[in-house]
């Protein structure tokens, strides 16, 4: 199945609905990463809540999630575009829990109990929109659940989720969220909740072959859904050349040169998606003489 997600609404327009499968962007973001199983769950769930953060995003507008948890994970950052890109890494990649009683990858544990979910929405105007909610429990659908109730005052039912094989492949990535908007029924959040109650696991339902569409339907049960916009997603980074030069600018001559004597090249990493630049004694002295070229212009 190709990654895709499907926004629509429900119950006159008073319930918003958002389904995503990420699988094959999650296991992009391993295989980039590095990441062992219980950093990978993690970050998948990121990349899910991100990509449905972002599913009403338009033209250059982003969305970007920040879990600053106390745990060994260190800081989680994911981020999704309008068009459906997906990037993002954990600190620590490597690392990897004992599952937890319920025999599932300790999320929790990794991000930690205690800490804070950041969102940042950059809809183009002067100032990116910023709100933040102390973490719940770190399984990532719970704390943007809370996220949504208590910083953007919207009741809502959320559920991510990523399977992975004992390979350490990703199998299945995906979650859904239900949001409650002013003028629903007052029963509708404690209806919404029990139908997600009943639902099967995220990652069963991805694995088994469902649709974001399907998804949605069977999480509204009674509730006719109205598609408004499917939506492919992927793994992808605005990371580029240029923007590495500009990096290599703001380092500074002096800097770009001690890296030259004593590594024999600058090294620039991506973070968000691992990607590697080298540039040798020649790239570096191009990459300045265009600089002092344009501000000379």
């Known amino acids: 199945m190709h990654d895709m997600l499907v926004r629509g609404t429900a119950a006159d327009g008073t319930v918003l609905a958002c389904a995503v499968v990420a699988t094959h962007a999650t296991e992009e973001a391993r295989q980039r990463h590095g990441t062992l199983p219980t950093a990978t769950a993690a970050l998948g ?21 920040r879990v600053l948890g106390d745990g060994p994970l260190g800081p989680l950052v994911s981020e999704s575009t309008a068009d459906g890109a997906l990037r993002g890494y954990v600190t620590y990649p490597r690392t990897d829990l004992p599952p937890t009683s319920a025999r599932k990858l300790d999320v929790g544990g990794a991000v930690g109990r205690r800490g804070i979910f950041h969102v940042t929405r950059d809809l183009g105007l002067r100032d990116p929109y910023q709100g933040s909610v102390p973490l719940v429990s770190g399984e990532i659908g719970e704390d943007l659940a809370a996220y949504l109730v208590q910083s953007e005052q919207v009741p809502s039912v959320v559920a991510v989720g ?39 696991a995220v990652t069963q339902m991805v694995r088994g072959g469902a649709t974001p569409d399907e998804m949605l339907r069977m999480a509204l049960g009674d509730l006719p859904l109205a598609v408004r916009e499917e939506r492919p997603v992927r793994f992808a980074c605005r990371c580029s050349p240029r923007k590495v030069e500009d ?12 890296l030259l004597r004593e590594e024999g090249r600058v090294e620039v990493q991506c973070r968000f998606c691992g990607e590697r630049y080298v540039l040798g004694a020649p790239e570096v002295a191009a990459v300045f003489e265009a600089s002092s070229a344009r501000d000379g212009a």
């Not at 769930?45 to 999630?65: D, E, F, H, I, P």
């Not at 380092?251 to 770009?256: D, F, H, I, N, V």
């Open 247 to 258: 990096v290599l600018v703001a380092l500074g001559r002096a800097e770009a040169d001690r």
């Open 162 to 200: 990523v399977l992975v094989s004992p390979e350490e492949r990703v199998l299945a990535s995906g979650g859904l969220m239900l949001q409650v908007m002013p003028g629903a029924p007052p029963w509708m959040p404690a209806y919404l909740e029990e139908r997600a109650r009943a639902l099967p």
């Open 45 to 65: 769930r990121a990349l899910v809540a991100a990509a449905m953060l972002g599913a009403t995003l338009k033209g250059r507008q982003t969305v970007m999630v």
